[in-house]
């Protein structure tokens, strides 16, 4: 079972930076995707930043010039830099792996998730 670990949250002050990484444990040199999603008190999780396997990044409207994903596949960590934090930032931030099998089976897999809060 591929297990995802994410850290790096915390709490930050309005136009802080803070650095979220998720390890994986097995290659993600194997998965067709990876991202990193974010869900606030009483609102639906919502995507914020993928990186394909060819290095294609996609980004949320709100946080593009602000935040960079990047991936290491030596380490086989996918990182989420954050700059210039702001209070709507606030969630709980989850890493996500998906894998596409030859047959068409797509798998989904999530970390734990990690705090992020920003003071204003």
């Known amino acids: 079972q591929v297990q995802l670990v994410e850290s790096g949250g915390g709490l930050v002050q309005t136009g802080g930076s803070l650095r979220l990484s998720c390890a994986a444990s097995?290659?993600?040199?194997?998965?067709?995707?990876m991202g990193w999603y974010r869900q606030a008190p009483g609102k639906q999780r919502e995507l914020v930043a993928a990186i394909t396997v060819t290095g294609s990044t996609n980004y949320l409207d709100s946080v593009k010039g602000r935040f960079t994903i990047s991936r290491d596949n030596t380490k086989n960590t996918v990182d989420l830099q954050m700059n210039s934090l702001k209070p709507e930032d606030t969630a709980v931030y989850y890493c996500?792996?998906?894998?596409?099998?030859?047959?068409?089976?797509?798998?989904?897999?999530w970390g734990q998730g990690t705090q992020v809060t920003v003071s204003s």
């Open positions: 996500n792996a998906v894998r596409t099998r030859t047959s068409g089976f797509r798998s989904s897999y």
């Open positions: 097995e290659s993600i040199s194997g998965f067709d995707r």
